[in-house]
Each structure stands twice: as structure tokens, then as C-alpha cells.
T-cell receptor, first 115, second 113 residues
Framework: DGGITQSPKYLFRKEGQNVTLSCEQN?????MYWYRQDPGQGLRLIYY???????QKGDIAEGYSVSREKKESFPLTVTSAQKNPTAFYLC??????????????FGDGTRLSIL | DAKTTQPNSMESNEEEPVHLPCNHS???????IHWYRQLPSQGPEYVIH???SNVNNRMASLAIAEDRKSSTLILHRATLRDAAVYYC??????????????FGQGTTLQVKP
């Protein structure tokens, strides 16, 4: 079945440590997105990529980095510069960005906590 | 980005229809109306979308007002598995936009057995 796979499901970060969250899709989608969700809140966009080897900052990119070397993969690194990383992280994809009639497909998320 | 307004919470009885309202008075002509739902500890799930005409799929129906300033998501027979937060989102159709979804607070739907 086609879909988006996020791993790990739970992740713990030590002070000063960088951690990387994995996102893989087999939907052949061009566009991929990373969102952050805090308790009781909606999702906020961290980074997005409209095509391989290209990505742009979203609304809350500080303290995060991404890469898009392959169409199916869009890993997110939470760096030590992100002082409040505890959140639920969601990866999504769509056929293309800028197409209003196409839905986004989401993974099941990674919950990141500070040790 | 155009905004949407939804009630914070709603209750329904199992097996009964549910009508979830959404106001979007500043909607533009190229905005599609999308609905997603999110179960606890899961990613959002696409439900339905539309532009001007009412839409039906296996999950729900979407009724869009003639002036497009409001819409209603209709679950025809609520089940306990429909208990979730429902988000109404406007998504612009244009090459210059990021495609990001702007999530508000959504409506928390409780379904009582």
C-alpha cells in the first residue's frame, strides 16, 4: 500500500544533541512538508520541498534543517539550536504544491521529548 | 491566507448524522475548501474537499453555501471511530503558493454510544 512512513514513533533528545526524524513516501509525490504540533494546537509548517534538491523555510524553521536528495525521502534534523523541541512532528506529501484540489497525505508522526 | 472559524466542540449520538459547520467569509475565488480529521496521537487524515458544488465520498459529504462563505461537513451516521478533531482548511490553487495547510483549532467531535 502506498503511504508515508515516519520513524521512529518516539524519540528522546539529550541537551546539545542533534536528532534526525525520518520521512519516506512511496506515493511518487513531488511535494513534501514537515509540520510541528504542540499540545492542543493546530499544525505549523517547519520546512517544505516542492521538488528534489529544493526546499524552503516555513513559518518556524529556526533550529531545524532538512535535505531532499531523493524524491521519496525528506528527513528533518532537530538541532541543538531548537530550544523547545518537545512536540509531535508530522510529515506530509502531495502530488505537487500550489495545486489547491490535491489533498496532503500524512504520516503517523514522531513524538520528540527532551531527556 | 483566508481564515476559517469553527465551533470548538460538538457532541453527537452514535448512528445519528452530524453536521460540522465552518465559516470562511474571506474566501477567494481560487480557494478550495478542505476537511481533515485527526484522531489522538495520529497524523491528520484527509476527509473531503470542494470548490463550489456539493461533494460526496465514502467518508462524508460536503455542502458548500452558494456564496461560498460557509460550508458544512456531514457525517451521515456517526460511529465511535468518528470521534476526532475536524479541521476546515482553505487551500489556494496557484503556482505561487507553498501548498501548506493552515490549521486552526478545529472542532472536537465527541460521539456518545
Amino acid at each position: 500500500d502506498g503511504g508515508i512512513t515516519q520513524s521512529p514513533k518516539y524519540l528522546f533528545r539529550k541537551e546539545g544533541q542533534n536528532v534526525t526524524l525520518s520521512c519516506e513516501q512511496n506515493l511518487n509525490h513531488d511535494a513534501m512538508y514537515w509540520y510541528r504540533q504542540d499540545p492542543g494546537q493546530g499544525l505549523r509548517l517547519i520546512y517544505y520541498s516542492q521538488i528534489v534538491n529544493d526546499f524552503q523555510k516555513g513559518d518556524i524553521a529556526e533550529g531545524y534543517s532538512v535535505s531532499r536528495e531523493k524524491k521519496e525521502s525528506f528527513p528533518l534534523t532537530v538541532t541543538s539550536a531548537q530550544k523547545n523541541p518537545t512536540a509531535f512532528y508530522l510529515c506530509a506529501s502531495s502530488i505537487r504544491s500550489g495545486v489547491g484540489n490535491q489533498p496532503q497525505h500524512f504520516g503517523d508522526g514522531t513524538r520528540l521529548s527532551i531527556l | 491566507d483566508a481564515k476559517t472559524t469553527q465551533p470548538n466542540s460538538m457532541e453527537s449520538n452514535e448512528e445519528e448524522p452530524v453536521h460540522l459547520p465552518c465559516n470562511h467569509s474571506t474566501i477567494s475565488g481560487t480557494d478550495y475548501i478542505h476537511w481533515y480529521r485527526q484522531l489522538p496521537s495520529q497524523g491528520p487524515e484527509y476527509v473531503i474537499h470542494g470548490l463550489t458544488s456539493n461533494v460526496n465520498n465514502r467518508m462524508a459529504s460536503l455542502a458548500i453555501a452558494e456564496d461560498r462563505k460557509s460550508s458544512t461537513l456531514i457525517l451521515h451516521r456517526a460511529t465511535l471511530r468518528d470521534a476526532a478533531v475536524y479541521y476546515c482548511i482553505l487551500r489556494d490553487h496557484g503556482s505561487s503558493n507553498t501548498g501548506k495547510l493552515i490549521f486552526g483549532q478545529g472542532t472536537t467531535l465527541q460521539v456518545k454510544p
